[in-house]
């Protein structure tokens, strides 16, 4: 931990909780709310995708689960302060990892492009059974739940607090990984599993742990979608494009590090949401989505961020370098006056 990264830290979530006081636009604080939403998806999605290097494309299925999770609680409770949805994203996100624990302990047998091939598999699935599941999903006609019962004019805020908490929750996990034995079991198993397992790492188990910390965390998020959008279709809860999203969020500002994910789910999702605004319901956000990912593995491989980094350290170095070569020179015709008697 470093003062700096204190303060950083500090800062960011202060301006982030202080921008809804700034009477933003409806239009504006939504967008934020979206941008947040990705923001800790794709942190948790890194967890896996990044440190672990397994590249789940399933994650898309506990957000269905979670949205899911509200619809089928409000057919049953009836809202009074309209916070009860909120109470309940802790149990969400504990039966979203225990739902994730089994379906783990299968996926991860396999490894890289075949896990990622198991995860969709299990995306569709969970797509077929929402679409087929009418007792419970309502089928292709949906859940309807009920609108939060906020003012009008702060309708977006509870929301917006809410994804903030789970931010910080989500970079606290990332943060406390990174400077853990956890986390440095993560790093060698995505730098190679099978000699992680022969000097004692317990390659299952921080795998395990990784993936349903990642799926709570995704769950929780599709609650709040749902609670926010008042309604869950089976072909938007579960869709393919929010993992897709995740995914190419965190490429895109920097796999396995703190401030990557968040980075890149600004770039993004901000785009996205512009130009949803701007062409209406036009999908041309996809060919944009496209342009990013070519962009990405074309000239930033590693992400913004690692790639910044190393830039600016390459430059450091060449300063020093540089300084003290003149230093070095200067003091080859300099002679002390000590030395010279």
Not at 134 to 159: D, K, M, N, S, W
Request: proline share 4%.
């Amino acid at each position: 931990m470093s003062r700096v990264g204190v303060l950083r830290g500090a800062a960011f979530f202060a301006l982030v909780a202080a921008l809804p006081s700034f009477n933003l636009a409806h239009w504006v604080l939504n967008m934020a709310v979206f941008v947040l939403m990705y923001a800790v998806m794709s942190s948790a999605w890194n967890l896996v995708g990044g440190f672990a290097g397994y590249p789940s494309l399933g994650h898309a299925a506990f957000f269905g689960l979670g949205a899911y999770s509200v619809g089928i609680w409000f057919e049953h409770h009836h809202l009074t302060s309209g916070l009860e949805p909120f109470y309940l994203l802790p149990l969400i996100g504990i039966v979203a990892a225990i739902v994730g624990l089994p379906i783990a302990m299968i996926a991860m047998r396999t490894r890289t492009d075949v896990f990622a091939i198991v995860t969709i598999t299990l995306l569709f699935v969970a797509q077929t059974l929402a679409f087929n599941l009418h007792t419970f999903t309502g089928g292709a006609q949906g859940l309807a739940i009920p609108v939060a019962p906020f003012p009008v004019g702060t309708f977006e805020r509870p929301f917006y607090y809410v994804l903030t908490i789970l931010l910080a929750v989500a970079m606290g996990i990332t943060w406390a990984s990174m400077r853990s034995k956890f986390g440095l079991s993560l790093e060698s198993v995505h730098a190679d599993e099978d000699k992680a397992r022969g000097i004692g790492v317990q390659v299952t188990m921080v795998k395990l742990l990784a993936f349903c910390v990642s799926v709570g965390l995704v769950a929780m998020v599709g609650a709040v979608w749902a609670y926010y959008e008042s309604f869950v279709y089976p072909q938007f809860a579960i869709d393919p494009l929010i993992t897709i999203a995740m995914v190419l969020m965190t490429f895109l500002g920097g796999r396995a590090t703190l401030w990557g994910p968040v980075l890149g789910a600004v770039v993004l999702e901000t785009a996205q949401q512009v130009l949803a605004y701007q062409l209406g319901g036009s999908q041309i956000y996809l060919v944009a989505y496209a342009g990013v990912f070519l962009l990405v593995m074309l000239v930033l491989p590693r992400g913004i961020l690692p790639t910044v980094t190393d830039r600016l350290r390459q430059r450091r170095r060449r300063t020093s370098a540089a300084a003290a070569s003149r230093s070095a020179a200067h003091g080859g015709i300099t002679v002390p006056k000590g030395e010279a008697a």
